[in-house]
């Protein structure tokens, strides 16, 4: 791992590294095949199956999905999961969805172990580009959201696994997004632009310019004030939603194109690029038109095609899947930004307190389970 000279300091640094664990890509393009909830709850697509895996037991192995050829044979194009204690009708820590390269989709329950299985389209080009979770704005349930390279995006209800909507678009659909606050959709596809409609009924918006290839990933920020966009042009642009007539920054990938993008709690932008490299942008929504003022960021570096990306706790923790056939693996990385490293200070620093304290008392019992308090 390396730091670009544009950083002030390091974002992230190394924690572990699992090769136990053989993510593998099953469409070049898409590398949205890892997801997590947890650092228990981390789930890659491997050969044949879905895995489950914890951070707490790095070469623990659960495969919860059967996709081989005896269960259908189906290839998981990508993945999104989320904690289904917000949906009643799941009695379960976390929901998985996952989309297939022939229209197909599969909804687990992972404390149940029970499946759903069906198809979003029988189209002949049905292939699901992307999925991801998000709140319906008024009922607070989760829905989910399939692109497909049949021009659609389809809105499903989790609990009765229906279609509740399908707009259709120009062109085959690649990536979108859901706003924070369930109003907008970002859309990025086999097109130069970016567009933004209205999430419940699909209506255009606003086309947002810059690109000059297809797009493959979008992203709002935890807030809903940015959105970046990525595109095979090998830039990444980030725009205000208060002013959408031109990006507040675009900045140019280091290695290859994004495939994925990712925003922490904290506002700092993950770009995941298609091999080699995920660059952690601190501040990308801030404009400035001096090249010298750069948002810090932090190139970390590896060896490989990247699969997926991963945020845990809010930013906390990146989980990387690098899908490398010799050094592959699950690459787990912890941020150490000031509130980090003031909360780990204290902690520190309250824990000598307590140790001199009962030392003193010669309570050595009550620093053993200073752990516990």
């Known amino acids: 791992m390396s730091t670009s000279s544009l950083a002030a300091e390091t974002l992230y640094r190394f924690r572990s590294f699992a090769p136990t664990h053989r993510p593998v890509i099953n469409h070049y393009q898409l590398r949205n095949s890892l997801a997590a909830t947890s650092r228990n709850d981390i789930f890659y697509v491997a050969d044949q199956s879905v895995v489950r895996t914890s951070l707490a037991s790095p070469n623990y192995v659960e495969h919860v999905l059967d996709t081989s050829h005896a269960n259908g044979d189906l290839k998981v194009s990508c993945l999104s999961a989320l904690p289904a204690s917000l949906f ?8 998985l969805v996952a989309g297939g390269l022939n229209g197909e989709y599969a909804i687990l329950n992972t404390t149940t172990s029970v ?3 069906g198809h979003v389209t029988h189209a002949d080009d049905g292939l699901v580009t992307h999925v991801h979770d998000f709140l319906d704005r008024h009922s607070g349930l989760p829905r989910a959201a399939f692109c497909s390279n049949d021009n659609r995006l389809r809105v499903m209800d989790l609990a009765t696994q229906s279609i509740t909507a399908s707009y259709y678009y120009e062109d085959a659909l690649n990536c979108a997004a859901t706003s924070p606050d369930g109003r907008l959709r970002a ?21 947002l310019r810059q690109h000059a290839d297809f797009g493959f990933a979008c992203a709002w920020s935890r807030e809903g004030r940015y959105l970046a966009t990525a595109s ?7 725009w205000d939603a208060r002013n959408w007539t031109r990006p507040v920054r675009v900045m140019d990938n280091v290695v290859a194109c994004a495939r994925s993008l990712q925003f922490t709690d904290a506002g700092a932008l993950l770009v995941v690029e298609n091999d080699d490299m995920v660059s952690v942008y601190r501040d990308p929504g801030r404009a400035t038109s001096s090249p010298s003022s750069m948002p810090e960021r932090q190139d970390i570096e590896l060896f490989g095609a990247i699969a997926g990306c991963a945020v845990l706790d809010g930013g906390n923790e990146i989980i990387v899947a690098n899908a490398d056939a010799s050094v592959g693996g699950l690459m787990a990385y912890e941020s150490i930004g000031e509130r980090a490293a003031s909360a780990s200070s204290a902690a520190d620093a309250l824990g000598d307190r307590r140790w001199d304290r009962d030392w003193r008392r010669g309570a050595l019992g009550r620093c053993l389970d200073m752990s516990f308090l």
């Open 88 to 95: 009643p009708s799941y009695q379960s820590n976390t929901l």
């Open 115 to 117: 499946t759903q299985q």
């Open 187 to 207: 859309l990025v596809g086999d097109t130069n632009d970016a567009l933004i409609s209205a999430a419940e009924d699909g209506q255009f918006l606003v086309t």
């Open 232 to 238: 095979q042009d090998c830039t990444v642009a980030v």
